[in-house]
Nanobody, 112 residues
Framework: QVQLVESGGDSVQPGDSLRLSCVVSGITLRYYPIGWFRQAPGKEREGVSCVSSNDARTYYADSVKGRFTISRDTAKNTVFLSMNNLKPEDTGVYYC?????WGQGTQVTVSS
């Protein structure tokens, strides 16, 4: 059974940093592309970042370019999302995704 478990969400102030983690079990993560999505209150889920299976390609939404970095630790079967200079509009529930599989999400709140 494949499971994705996110963690690292918190309530922070604008300008702060967070690193989200997604531990994947049941598959060997390095063989799969993986992405991060987020859903703000009252809005649809949107793609934030993703990385190809061989880590050769990454994608970032325009709103997070230069501030967020996606990475993976293949030994730990974990993908990370490092988020710097957080803004209130980054608030939402962050999910990791592999194929049609989703984690339960982790809440990020950015507020002064």
């Amino acid at each position: 059974q494949v499971q994705l478990v996110e963690s690292g969400g918190d309530s922070v102030q604008p300008g702060d940093s967070l690193r989200l983690s997604c531990v994947v079990s049941g598959i060997t993560l390095r063989y799969y592309p993986i992405g991060w999505f987020r859903q703000a209150p009252g809005k649809e889920r949107e793609g934030v970042s993703c990385v190809s299976s061989n880590d050769a390609r990454t994608y970032y939404a325009d709103s997070v370019k230069g501030r967020f970095t996606i990475s993976r630790d293949t030994a730990k079967n974990t993908v990370f999302l490092s988020m710097n200079n957080l803004k209130p509009e980054d608030t939402g529930v962050y999910y990791c995704n592999v194929g049609d599989l989703w984690g339960q999400g982790t809440q990020v709140t950015v507020s002064s």
